[in-house]
């Protein structure tokens, strides 16, 4: 498992446990004792750890290599899993996948960022950063879902927007505006989680939804802790201090208004539990669902526009 | 309308900056290095007379230019919260606001005015990229907010005149969410088929290129003004490609069909009042379709 800086006692205790195990091969009793005592010990220490994580740690675990990303979700959550492709226009963008499926039941459009997960995937989905055909394929499956009445979840995971030439030559700023004004328009429920990170444009692309769901460790911001800390403090070394400043914890901005609910993740991250963190986030997603369904669709798009409208108007003091 | 102008500035400047008046009394274009005479250059709108060159126009000059006969009501703006995130870099972001606010003489980045504009009445919302950098946070949100409020109900066209750099970073998240509600509030103009026109100034990045300003109904720029949604400098260092002449300009964009036309600053007054007239004429009376009253107008036209 990746070890992340903050982490490593942690670690060292569970090698220990590692080479106990190896040494006793079940039968002592004196190292089975000692096994239990380090892991109560491990267990307390994780909790203590990620009871109080700085929004810089949450930074590095919401980017944790072995978190769940999109397409592991959707392998957890989603049955019937039918990816569609193409924006009808230049390409195919790997950088956000989509599909149909069936969620508890109902039919879904899920459209999320996919970072990839190990060098061969990570380059296949340009390391979960779209250019705009990435956006134009999302507004069309949320068109489609619009059609026909089918529910769309986005799942947001992403450093941001490609930032290259050919990705400005054909229109980023408009295929994201687009995508936004697409989400906004919808006449269907509409849920948005941000499952790790949430990064700028990129992320509002998806995420104009009816509830914005986010895990308990993720991070969802204007600029990356280290782009504002190169712009603001003109040091990339300000990192710490820009993740702080920004409020970028999911605690931080349900206190703000701006996300609905934030889904717990198992003791120590949603990559040490894959089956807990899924199991939380399908309740989750399914609680906000049926809170949305059989709702009118202009309700429905009145709601979230006003939503939008209102946030940031008041209960800021 | 002048005296303010002619009267509050140099008394502003004298008081600010006393020693820059007499540098200010020429100006090097900084395209071509002519040396430009400051009255020459302000009735050539600070466009270059050598090579064109279209420098930044201080957005009440841009204002004045626009209207019929530079004559404007600007509307009060609603108050934002103020600094939500409390946000302290290594200033405060209040301390930052109040100087901010102190040397510009403005609350915030946007003026929202409305007028008329060959005879015609507009809204228009103007970005102040000498505040700021003319950056995108609750209070410019607002004055969006406002001025598609006021354009529907005056029934008159809605003209957005970006300058930005992006995100009020020191706004965090709620800058971002600015993308949102801005679409928001251009939407509900475009829904009362009235016309929403962008015209893209120097620079139109980040953020807000990448919602309300690029959602016109018919979007015009500014020549060689730079618009885009991630920065030239970013492109280059993180992903190390090479930026092919003229990236990013306005000639660039209409060139990959972004936009539908770059207009010299002294043409875009009229081409303005041309496309809106154009846009909301109707049929001579005759040709028009009369509805029974109750008829929603979109069955009436699936059963044309
Ligand atoms: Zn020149």
Known sequence: ?317 | MNWLTNYVRPKLQALVAPKEVPDNLWHKCPSCGHMIFHRDLDKALRVCQHCGHHMRLPVKRRLEMLFDDGAYTRIELPKAVEDPLKFRDQKRYTDRLKETRARTGEHDAIIVAHGKMGGMGVVVAAFNFDFQGGSMGMAVGEGLVAAAELAVLQDAPLIAIPASGGARMQEGILSLMQMARTTVAVDRVKEKRLPYIVLLSDPTTGGVSASFAMLGDVAIAEPGAVIGFAGARVIESTIREKLPDGFQKAEYLLDKGMIDMVVHRRELRATLVRVISLLRNRAPAGELLVLPREMNPEDAARSV
């Open chain 1, 1 to 317: 498992m990746h070890i992340l800086d903050f982490e490593k006692p942690i670690a060292e205790l569970e090698g220990k446990i590692e080479e106990l195990r190896h040494l006793g091969d079940g039968g002592d009793v004196n190292i089975a004792d000692e096994v239990g005592r380090l892991q109560v010990k491990v267990d307390k220490l994780l909790r203590a750890t990620y009871a109080k994580l700085t929004p810089w740690q949450k930074t590095q675990v919401a980017r944790h290599p072995e978190r769940p990303h999109s397409l592991d979700t959707i392998k957890a959550l989603i049955e019937e899993f039918t990816p569609l492709a193409g924006d009808r226009c230049f390409g195919e963008d790997r950088a956000i996948v989509g599909g149909l499926g069936r969620f508890r039941g109902r039919s879904v459009m899920v459209i999320g960022n996919e970072k990839g997960s190990d060098t061969e995937s990570r380059v296949t989905h340009n390391f979960g950063m779209a250019k705009p055909e990435g956006y134009r394929k999302a507004r069309r499956l949320m068109e489609m879902a619009d059609h026909f009445g089918i529910p769309v979840v986005t799942l947001i995971d992403t450093a941001g927007a490609y930032p290259g030439v050919d990705a400005e030559a054909r229109g980023q700023a408009e295929a994201i505006a687009r995508s936004i004004e697409a989400g906004l328009n919808l006449r269907v429920p509409f849920v948005a989680v941000v499952i790790g990170e949430g990064g700028s444009g990129g992320a509002i692309a998806l995420a104009a939804a009816n509830a914005v769901l986010m895990l308990e460790h993720a991070i969802y911001s204007v600029i990356s802790p280290e782009g504002c800390a190169s712009i603001l403090w003109r040091t990339g070394d300000a990192a710490k201090d820009a993740a702080e400043a920004l409020k970028l914890t999911a605690q931080d901005l349900q206190r703000l208004g701006i996300i609905d609910v934030v889904v717990p993740e198992p003791l120590g991250g949603a990559h040490r539990n894959l089956d807990l963190a899924m199991r939380n986030l399908g309740d989750a997603l399914e609680a906000a669902l049926k809170g949305l369904e059989g709702l009118d669709g202009g309700v429905l798009r009145a709601r979230r526009r006003e939503k939008f409208l209102e946030m940031g108007r008041q209960g800021l003091a």
